[in-house]
């Protein structure tokens, strides 16, 4: 495992290169599969996560599309301190697992089918169904909902009995 440590001016040393690094190598090192770790060059604290995440702050904010859109990192802020917590690391872990074994399926497809399937089609379903399940993971607020807001933005509402009240009868 390679170990990079962090300095107090910020700066990352690859101690089996014996050089510094910075955040774009550590993405390739990402993106090459290598292992590594960042440890605090003091206390020896793991900061590998604090890299990552930064790494993954600037792919968003330099334009490379967004994974994490407003309402996903949302979702997520929902889930700490939430009882399924936990179930839902795992689950984002095995649906980005599922996701990259598809994705070579996916790609032979588009391929085979270039003008016959729109892929951008194929790409909304997956997406959907990853939705759906997603939603089923989704904490409920004490007003019984996601956040406690339905999809128009009004705060759910229990749905109306059979007959209808709406002009102001009694319903009998």
């Known amino acids: 495992m390679r170990i990079l440590r962090k300095y107090t001016n910020r700066r990352l040393y690859d101690t089996s290169r014996s050089c510094y690094v910075t955040l774009e190598d550590v993405k390739q090192l990402v993106l090459s599969g290598e292992t590594f770790q960042v440890q605090d060059s003091k206390t020896g604290n793991d900061l590998t ?3 990552l995440l930064q790494i993954i702050s600037e792919q ?3 334009g490379h599309g967004t994974l994490l859109t407003n309402q996903v990192l949302q979702q997520l802020i929902r889930f700490y301190g939430d009882s399924m917590q936990g179930m839902m690391s795992q689950y984002l872990e095995q649906s ?3 996701f ?3 994705q070579d399926r996916i790609r032979e497809q588009m391929q085979t089918m270039m003008g016959a399937a729109n892929p951008l089609t194929m790409m909304g379903r997956i997406a959907d ?8 993971f989704a904490p409920r607020t004490a007003e019984g909902g996601e956040g406690g807001e339905a999809k128009s933005g ?3 509402t ?6 209808d009240t709406s002009k102001g009868g009694s319903g009998q």
């Open 49 to 51: 996560r604090n890299i």
């Open 158 to 163: 229990e749905a109306p009995a059979k007959s």
């Open 129 to 136: 169904q990853n939705m759906a399940v997603w939603n089923m």
């Open 60 to 62: 968003e904010a330099e």
């Open 154 to 156: 009004q705060p759910e």
């Open 100 to 102: 990259l074994e598809h």
């Open 96 to 98: 980005i697992a599922a």
